[in-house]
């Protein structure tokens, strides 16, 4: 007989989540405010390009990682996750990305299925001219499992870390909490709580796009310079 478990509250769920990433995302937001206050010191009339640069207009993404399920059986298990998908920035601190996910939810001895969600997220970097930064995103999406056999809205949010390591190409880690608008996931209506799972994985990004944006901005120093000369003595 297979134990009925009763789902982890939600704001136990969230409170793990950030107590094993904000260290990290404290750290590095101290270390790059360091560093801005430092680029700060001597101002300049140039603009902030980096970012296009570092990661462009545009992205193609890949996702790598695993899944676990918050449901009402107990002793759930670590199932495969993988995805793809396509990220557009509106501006250097926020993009719009829709990715396609392929995972599997799994209880030790009795349920492992297949499921695929359609995700629409707004993300936001905060450090986007650096190559090292710290990312917030939340959306919604639809979570089916396989052949369609059932299709039901959801909402998700995480948090990551993004570090370009060449121009164009960036390796990030995150983590993802995914809440669904029904009971019926691992197949068992139990409690008043609907299913919710994690994801947590690791991929690349391939960026490009943004040399006409980062042209525009470039150009229009000279104006800025000449509508502000140094004053002679």
């Not at 250097?92 to 695929?116: I, R």
């Amino acid at each position: 007989m297979r134990i009925l478990s009763k789902k982890w509250p939600f704001l136990i769920q969230v409170k793990w989540f950030i107590g094993l990433l904000v260290p990290v995302v404290f750290l590095n937001t101290t270390n790059s405010l360091a560093q801005n206050n430092s680029n700060t010191v001597q101002e300049s009339p140039w603009p902030k390009t980096d970012f296009y640069d570092y990661r462009g207009t545009h992205a193609v993404s890949t996702m790598l990682g695993t899944a676990i399920m918050n449901g009402d059986y107990s002793n759930p298990e670590f199932g495969i996750y993988m995805g793809v998908g396509y990220k557009k920035s509106i501006i250097p601190h926020l993009n719009v990305n829709l990715n396609f996910n392929k995972f599997n939810l799994v209880y030790k001895d009795l349920f492992n299925n297949g499921f695929m969600s359609f995700d629409l997220n707004v993300e936001a970097l905060v450090f986007p001219h650096n190559r090292f930064s710290p990312y917030i995103f939340l959306g919604s999406g639809i979570n089916a499992s396989n052949y369609f056999e059932a299709v039901d809205p959801k909402v998700q949010g995480g948090i990551g870390l993004d570090y370009v390591v060449y121009e164009g190409l960036s390796f990030r880690i995150f983590g993802e909490y995914n809440q669904a608008f029904t009971d019926e996931l691992d197949d068992r209506i139990y409690g008043d709580a609907d299913d919710t799972y994690w994801r947590i994985a690791c991929g690349v990004n391939i960026h490009f796009g943004g040399e006409k944006k980062k042209a525009k901005l470039l150009n229009a120093v000279p104006t800025i310079i000449k509508s502000n000369p140094i004053p002679t003595d």
